[in-house]
């Protein structure tokens, strides 16, 4: 990549997985709009580069107009982010006759500039701890069998490895490296039908990247996971709510016996549960059992964006809220120090199957 122009140019995947250059058309993403400098940064350390078959690159020629890179030369590209960092804008593309949905990943728009790939994305947090380079895989593997090994019969232990091993995930992975985030998955249920959710769709033709947990953990199970983890990790964090579960408060009453459980063990490390935050009563339980973090997924404050995309099951987005307001008043009433933080998604015009070309519903602009 040795061709400098003065604007973010149109990058592309071949067949052979190189990357195609068009220099002569200025990068776009999803809604058309150029990409200019001040959107992007280099491709940071531990991101992915993805093709996106059945999908034509796109640029702006030198006339404004509109353009696609042909079939022939390959399909429009895009990168997936490592934890640390948001994207902010989606990657520009033209579907065809052939383009089928694509797995649920976050896709964010590239492009090259000053002999560089950059995307379209910010830094929102210290991503060194969750780079590849910290989970060595066959470091990995040969701490998951020593576990197991220990603890043979640990539901939670087993269930985790499987993520660590099979999707490299870091907080399933951190349990066996015994620091940092840890992971505890106890709802194979869940009362949202999240179109991007990644371990379970309702629509045969999309697949799920992760497999859904399959049972309820015993307390036991729980408890002896967790304070070893606890009482052992630096800089230690227990996390309810993965990936490969469901909605966590749908089991409320186990994780309120299972902190309490563990804090008459241990007071060390920090107790964090990753929730819709769709059961006020619930998180209040938790609080008053000593729950010490909360992050509350929350993709947009408009009922009807929210709703397009949750597609929730029993509760509302005033649930929601008012989980928010119950865990701010409580926090600020308790003497040690409580955390809380909203994972929003910020997607100008997020969409499920509408930006996979398979005519779905859009959602609204996010405020």
């Not at 895009?78 to 948001?86: N, S």
């Not at 999240?194 to 947990?213: H, N, Y």
């Not at 649930?319 to 909203?342: I, L, Y």
């Amino acid at each position: 990549m040795r061709h400098l122009t003065d604007y973010p140019f149109t990058v592309y995947s071949t067949a052979d997985g190189a990357i195609g250059e068009r220099h002569t058309l200025r990068a776009v993403d999803f809604a058309g709009n150029p990409l200019v400098p001040s959107d992007l940064i280099p491709v940071p350390e531990g991101a992915t580069l993805a093709m996106l078959p059945q999908r034509l690159a796109v640029g702006l020629d030198a006339h404004g107009r509109r353009s696609t890179v042909p079939a022939r030369a390959g399909w429009a590209l895009a990168a997936l982010l490592p934890i640390g960092y948001t994207r902010t804008q989606l990657p520009g593309y033209e579907t065809t006759p052939e383009t089928q949905a694509l797995p649920f990943f976050g896709y964010s728009a590239v492009a090259g500039w000053r002999d560089k790939l950059y995307v379209a994305a910010l830094r929102t947090d210290r991503p060194e701890r969750w780079l590849p380079r910290s989970f060595e895989l066959q470091r990995t593997a040969r701490l998951v069998r020593e576990r197991l090994a220990a603890e043979p019969e640990n539901r939670v232990l087993q269930q985790h490895a499987h993520c660590a091993l099979d999707y490299q995930c870091p907080t399933a992975s951190n349990l066996f490296f015994r620091r940092w985030e840890g992971a505890i998955a106890v709802s194979p249920g869940c009362n949202a039908r999240c179109v991007g959710c990644i371990s379970k769709q309702d629509e045969e033709a999309l697949v799920s990247p992760q497999d859904r947990l399959r049972f309820v953990p015993t307390l036991d199970e729980i408890v002896a996971v967790a304070v070893a983890h606890l009482e052992r990790a630096p800089d230690a964090i227990l996390s309810f709510g993965q990936g490969c579960e469901g909605e966590p408060l749908l089991q409320a009453r186990l994780i309120e016996r299972a902190i309490r459980a563990i804090r008459a063990v241990t007071s060390r490390g920090t107790l964090n549960i990753n929730t819709n935050a769709s059961r006020p009563r619930a998180m209040q339980r938790l609080y008053d059992a000593g729950l010490d973090s909360l992050r509350a997924s929350t993709i947009s404050a408009r009922e009807e964006t929210y709703d397009a995309y949750y597609r929730p099951l029993g509760y509302s987005l005033a649930d929601v809220r008012q989980s928010s307001r119950r865990w701010s008043s409580s926090c600020a009433t308790r003497a040690s120090g409580s955390f809380s933080c909203a994972t929003s998604t910020s997607i100008p015009r997020c969409c499920c199957r509408a930006c996979h070309g398979r005519g779905g519903r859009r959602l609204a602009s996010l405020p």
